[in-house]
């Protein structure tokens, strides 16, 4: 499996919701997370799985990994991700947002 970005701008043009167009941003530049995110975007669209299936896969993941925090990063994490999926048709990112 490659698990290094691809980097072309169709790449780019295809991953709208994480703001790399908008921000004149190059994937080679962007943060290591908006890297893996395309990257992981990339793979589950190949897996050609409902889109169905992928969000319920996502949350298993987001589930654990809020498992692993310790309580406080586990709180920030939960409301900041129920702050971005409240605001139905948010431009929000994951990657606009202050970090803990």
């Excluded at 990339?42 to 889109?51: G, I, R, S, T």
Aim: glycine fraction near 4%.
């Amino acid at each position: 499996m490659n698990l290094k970005p691809d980097t072309n701008s169709a790449d780019i043009q295809s991953q709208p919701a994480l703001g790399l167009q908008e921000n004149g941003m190059q994937l080679d530049d962007a943060p290591e997370h908006v890297k893996l995110a395309v990257d992981m975007i990339h793979q589950m669209e190949n897996l050609a799985f409902p889109n169905e299936t992928i969000l319920e896969a996502c949350l298993l993941v987001i589930q654990d990994t809020l498992n692993k925090l310790e309580q406080e990063d586990r709180l920030f994490w939960r409301n900041r991700l129920s702050g971005l999926l409240s605001t139905p048709g948010s431009k929000k990112s994951f990657h606009q947002e202050a970090s803990p």
